[in-house]
DNA sequence: GAATAATGGTTAAACGTTTAAACAACTATT
DNA sequence: AATAGTTGTTTAAACGTTTAACCATTATTC
């Protein structure tokens, strides 16, 4: 209640925040003038502005973010969804999207789903809330049905989904050749003289795990390897998924000599199985991964991998949004970025010669 | 700019947000009367209440938040920093964070400063400017001046540090036992018959490995076991710095036969120098982690460390934060929380009786 | 049957900006 | 000298809530 010192008492120091108003007052001017002149509006003096700007510093101003979000209609908020923040590939993505984005002003808003379908529709409705300006998501896992996505679509804000994306969703989507990668993990393995290679794939409904699952089937008849149905596994690619159909395969009387895992996590529990029962990597089972989390160089042996280049997912995610933001906003067309991803060979699958 | 629909031409959907005011104007009540009633306010009939409440779930009314936030003061946003969401430990912290702040109508933005003391402070910055009611952080590496931390709790934001914190602030922190974990380390390497246990620790400015080495000195003492100086390391504990330091103790004339390792990615690095070396582990040289991280059950062989119970120490800060919003929030005191850690013991240093 | 209390609202201001529209004081144009 | 244009500012409304203060009924009390 006190404002002003007195004798014994201590200064309570009332945190008003300095308001633009506070600005107008010191100078003699109108708010709005202040407003003006701090966005550098061509219709106040330089004079003025320069003031203001001074005076704005020495009152150690900080704008009111919601009360302009509110008159603006704009939050400069940017929601983001992902599985999972704990995995290298999404945390980086984020990264690289908070660079592009701070840059222009917008923060983020990160959110996990948890590979659950109600925490997304949770974290959509959050988001919502918070009155995002837009939305860039990675589906979870469980995820079918897409009503919530429709939902932020249909409220006209803008939504760009990465790596898991969905077709019939007509979005903006960014990710990398699945299917191509595909080609390429083969084209490896038959290069080290494999010929019965097996496929622990994600399921077949999430679109990136399906093309992985045809460029495995495409690249195996390219070079006329035969099509056996039980070395191609559906799978939920955790670690302890992995682990059993790591097991399935080796109980098999024709056992393979390379598998070929959607997944990192997946793809060290085949490790882990692998070690277990003594079998020689690469040379009895070469084995490679798709992800290139960091730990596949740790462990031993290291696992070869795909490298799906999350800094670049990250920056095209951010600059879709933007292009959004930009007054020159004719009906955009949707924007289908898809970026090459790249093998990265390790000892799990690298024979001597 | 059509709002009604005309032969021949599509209905453009004006999406014009129900707001308090059109329900009221349905039921022919005051804005205010609604407002209240979505609040359960004691003066309004259970009667009005139901049929707001009705009308607000036909004409799907999200509430602004930007408005209310601006009119109460409260943003109901709660920042988080951490150095990296890319840890199992931050990540996890952070998920049981956010379910408890869920749960009382918060959300979470989260920052990462990538260890960096200048992102740090802009972290501060974009959370100050999104008006956030909270911060729940934990240091960057780098750190060293506090002003940042400063500034937040100058403008009366609740201020929380959990992990690595700084007794100077005099802020709320919520960590581990960090001098009885050494203690614990060092306890059980001498039961597996360690005579010479080394310390790869962090930097002792941190607070945490400030008392991590005093635990092991401590402990060494209490066991009167010799406190060799070339046996105590301090370093950034990279997977790199632990490949570095390891290989420096391994060029010793009298080697260490256990290593203890403020950190488990430096610990991945010794272990990696000590698999290269073909090194025994645990019967040459033992080997033990901090903090428990998924990994260190994978490797070979798996390292044995300390779990922090990243779950409490989200939930604990959150609750913390939560105590600051309370209507009784008389002269609230710093809450120090210390939570007892425990000991995961693996391969690494399980030597066979 | 007058005073008091309880109930269930309404009014209007406020939060800190932004912005369309109005206006005042010049300068330039015819 | 009248008109138009330019420049720099002010006014006032608006964004969607919340909330203090007020008011109108009806119920209760003695």
Same mark, same amino acid.
């Given at each position: 209640?006190? *404002?002003?010192? #007195? +004798? !014994? %008492?201590?200064? &309570?120091?009332?945190?008003?925040?300095?308001?633009?108003?506070?600005?107008?007052?010191?100078?003699?001017?109108?708010?709005?003038?202040?407003?003006?002149?701090?966005?550098?509006?061509?219709?106040?003096?330089?004079?003025?502005?320069?003031?203001?700007?001074?005076?704005?510093?020495?009152?150690?101003?900080?704008?009111?973010?919601?009360?302009?979000?509110?008159?603006?209609?704009?939050?400069?908020?940017?929601?983001?969804?992902?599985?999972?923040?704990?995995?290298?590939?999404?945390?980086?993505?984020?990264?690289?999207?908070?660079?592009?984005?701070?840059?222009?002003?917008?923060?983020?808003?990160?959110?996990?789903?948890?590979?659950?379908?109600?925490?997304?529709?949770?974290?959509?409705?959050?988001?919502?809330?918070?009155?995002?300006?837009?939305?860039?998501?990675?589906?979870?896992?469980?995820?079918?049905?897409?009503?919530?996505?429709? *939902?932020?679509? #249909? +409220? !006209? %804000?803008?939504? &760009?989904?990465?790596?898991?994306?969905?077709?019939?969703?007509?979005?903006?989507?960014?990710?990398?050749?699945?299917?191509?990668?595909?080609?390429?993990?083969?084209?490896?393995?038959?290069?080290?003289?494999?010929?019965?290679?097996?496929?622990?794939?994600?399921?077949?409904?999430?679109?990136?795990?399906?093309?992985?699952?045809?460029?495995?089937?495409?690249?195996?008849?390219?070079?006329?390897?035969?099509?056996?149905?039980?070395?191609?596994?559906?799978?939920?690619?955790?670690?302890?998924?992995?682990?059993?159909?790591?097991?399935?395969?080796?109980?098999?009387?024709?056992?393979?000599?390379?598998?070929?895992?959607?997944?990192?996590?997946?793809?060290?529990?085949?490790?882990?199985?692998?070690?277990?029962?003594?079998?020689?990597?690469?040379?009895?089972?070469?084995?490679?991964?798709?992800?290139?989390?960091?730990?596949?160089?740790?462990?031993?042996? #290291?696992?070869?991998?795909?490298?799906?280049?999350?800094?670049?997912?990250?920056?095209?995610?951010?600059?879709?949004?933007?292009?959004?933001?930009?007054?020159?906003?004719?009906?955009?067309?949707?924007?289908?970025?898809?970026?090459?991803?790249?093998?990265?060979?390790?000892?799990?699958?690298?024979?001597?010669?």
């Amino acid at each position: 209640m006190l *404002k002003r010192s #007195s +004798k !014994g %008492i201590k200064k &309570i120091n009332i945190k008003k925040k300095t308001t633009i108003k506070d600005i107008a007052n010191v100078l003699n001017i109108s708010a709005a003038a202040v407003s003006k002149a701090l966005h550098d509006d061509s219709r106040i003096s330089a004079k003025t502005k320069k003031a203001v700007k001074q005076v704005a510093k020495n009152l150690n101003y900080q704008p009111n973010h919601l009360a302009s979000a509110l008159r603006s209609g704009k939050s400069n908020l940017v929601g983001v969804i992902v599985p999972r923040t704990n995995s290298n590939f999404f945390s980086s993505v984020i990264q690289s999207m908070e660079e592009v984005l701070n840059k222009e002003g917008y923060n983020i808003i990160i959110t996990q789903s948890n590979e659950s379908y109600k925490k997304e529709c949770d974290s959509i409705d959050t988001l919502l809330f918070t009155q995002v300006d837009g939305i860039i998501a990675s589906m979870a896992n469980e995820t079918v049905d897409l009503k919530h996505f429709e *939902k932020v679509k #249909s +409220k !006209g %804000i803008p939504l &760009i989904l990465f790596d898991r994306g969905e077709n019939d969703l007509n979005v903006d989507y960014i990710g990398i050749n699945d299917y191509q990668s595909s080609h390429m993990i083969v084209e490896h393995l038959v290069k080290q003289g494999c010929k019965r290679i097996a496929h622990i794939g994600g399921f077949k409904r999430t679109r990136i795990f399906n093309n992985r699952i045809k460029g495995y089937i495409d690249a195996l008849k390219k070079h006329q390897l035969p099509l056996d149905d039980e070395l191609l596994i559906e799978s939920s690619l955790t670690i302890k998924e992995g682990r059993k159909k790591m097991a399935e395969l080796l109980q098999l009387k024709h056992r393979p000599d390379a598998v070929y895992v959607a997944g990192d996590y997946a793809a060290l529990g085949a490790l882990q199985v692998m070690n277990e029962q003594n079998i020689n990597m690469p040379n009895d089972i070469a084995l490679v991964g798709f992800g290139n989390e960091p730990f596949t160089a740790m462990v031993t042996p #290291s696992i070869t991998s795909i490298e799906q280049h999350s800094t670049d997912i990250g920056k095209q995610a951010a600059k879709t949004f933007l292009a959004y933001t930009e007054k020159t906003n004719i009906k955009q067309k949707l924007n289908k970025i898809i970026l090459d991803a790249e093998l990265v060979v390790r000892d799990s699958s690298k024979k001597e010669q």
